[in-house]
């Protein structure tokens, strides 16, 4: 069973959804490990990292999401083990699903260095577990040479199979091939692929406000899996009418239930969903027409600020009912990965 562990350099490289791309295209039967949880998930008394969960979902590994993981802080880890048995313990996590995959993906945390104090940074977890090392980088071109030129002078890859490294959303692949790969090359760095930038793999699901929000779905139910392009704060109709951001396809608008001329107009153009602040529930009619339009009306308690912070805090994660994600992550994995280099 080949073991990939897969690093980035910086938080929010992309790497679970390139972990999801390149198994989709790589095809098999695979196995899933995130041991430092870093995405803390709660549910029904549970506590896992969230990106095993989704893995779960995506992929229907049998295993139990709370297994994949060895712990999620540095104060529990580093009392319940030191260098020694964490080796045991990814060892025996190995253990667990060796002779039944293909291929085991092994995530690490937000960037190179986090967990080094627990001894579960990456380039331990891949010395620990005899692995390959994949590393996704993205970001600026600039700060992407930072990054590579960076491990290259300062990681030590003594004892680790150091595969390459994988550009994620680049803007524009063809100027950065030209500027930048031969200096990438003559650094001794492997370029697996390079991944172009899609907005739409940014975008967030009404199904997913609706979780992160605690908002109550009052009508629209149907549209829950709509995605937001635009988000609009409304204040008076006559403002939205001539504002570019209200005429977009796909937006989401934020204001307060008792705003009916503001909902209609919303109801009324292209919108995702509406979110209705300070709990104020509209009148019937208007509850009436967004059900016919198919628009969910999300309810809250928060004030419109509140919520607009909120919403703009929120990280656009992949999530499993995000089946067109998924299949455009498949198809960027086989258009632009070198799978045999991996």
């Given at each position: 069973m080949?073991r990939?562990?897969v690093?980035?350099?910086?938080k929010?490289?992309?790497?679970t959804?390139?972990?999801v791309g390149?198994?989709?295209a790589?095809?098999?039967n695979l196995g899933?490990l995130?041991?430092?949880?870093?995405r803390?998930?709660y549910r029904r008394?549970r506590?896992?990292?969230?990106?095993?969960?989704l893995?779960t979902d995506?992929f229907?590994?049998?295993?139990?999401p709370e297994?994949?993981?060895?712990g999620?802080?540095?104060?529990?880890?580093?009392?319940?083990?030191d260098?020694?048995?964490?080796k045991e313990?990814?060892s025996g996590?190995?253990?667990?699903v060796?002779?039944r995959?293909?291929?085991?993906?092994v995530?690490g945390?937000?960037?190179?260095t986090y967990?080094a104090f627990?001894?579960?940074?990456?380039?331990s977890?891949?010395r620990?577990?005899?692995?390959?090392l994949?590393?996704?980088v993205?970001g600026?071109n600039e700060?992407i040479m930072?990054?590579?030129?960076f491990?290259?002078k300062?990681?030590?890859?003594?004892c680790v199979?150091?595969?390459?490294v994988?550009i994620n959303?680049?803007?524009?692949?063809?100027?950065?091939?030209?500027?930048?790969?031969?200096?990438?090359?003559k650094?001794g760095?492997d370029?697996?692929?390079?991944i172009p930038?899609r907005?739409?793999l940014?975008?967030l699901?009404?199904?997913y406000?609706v979780?992160r929000?605690f908002a109550?779905?009052i009508a629209?139910?149907?549209g829950?899996n709509y995605?937001?392009?635009?988000?609009?704060i409304g204040a008076?109709?006559?403002?939205?009418l001539?504002?570019?951001?209200?005429k977009?396809?796909?937006?989401?608008?934020?204001t307060?239930?008792?705003?009916?001329?503001?909902?209609?107009a919303?109801l009324?153009s292209?919108?995702?969903?509406?979110v209705l602040?300070?709990?104020?529930?509209?009148a019937?009619?208007?509850?009436?027409k967004a059900?016919e339009?198919?628009i969910?009306?999300?309810?809250?308690?928060?004030?419109?600020y509140?919520i607009?912070?909120?919403?703009?805090?929120i990280?656009?994660?992949?999530?499993?009912g995000?089946?067109?994600?998924i299949?455009?992550?498949?198809q960027?994995?086989?258009?632009?990965l070198n799978?045999?280099k991996?």
């Open positions: 080949d990939l562990v690093a980035s350099t910086r929010n490289s992309g790497k959804s390139l972990i390149l198994a989709k790589l095809g098999g899933y995130k041991p430092f949880g870093d803390l998930y008394k506590l896992w990292d969230y990106d095993s969960a893995m995506i229907g590994l049998e295993e139990d297994d994949m993981s060895i999620f802080e540095h104060s529990k880890i580093r009392y319940m083990y260098e020694e048995t964490i313990k990814l996590m190995i253990s667990d060796e002779g995959k293909d291929m085991l993906f995530e945390a937000k960037d190179l967990g627990v001894n579960l940074d990456v380039i977890m891949a620990y577990i005899d692995g390959k994949l590393i996704v993205s600026s700060i930072d990054d590579l030129s491990v290259k300062y990681v030590d890859m003594a199979d150091f595969k390459g994988i959303k680049a803007q524009d692949i063809e100027d950065f091939k030209d500027t930048y790969l031969d200096s990438i090359q650094m760095i370029v697996i692929g390079i930038n907005p739409e940014t975008y699901s009404v199904n406000l979780d929000l109550k779905v629209g139910e149907g829950l995605v937001v392009k635009n988000i609009f008076t109709v006559d403002a939205a001539r504002d570019h951001i209200f977009k396809e796909g937006k989401l608008v934020i307060s239930g008792d705003r009916s001329d503001m909902i209609i919303a009324e292209n919108t995702s969903c509406i602040t300070n709990n104020i529930v509209p019937p009619r208007i509850i009436s059900s339009c198919g969910p009306l999300l309810l809250v308690s928060e004030d419109t509140q607009a912070k909120q919403i703009d805090s990280e656009p994660v992949l999530t499993k995000d089946t067109e994600k299949d455009l992550l498949e960027l994995g086989k258009k632009y799978r045999e991996i």
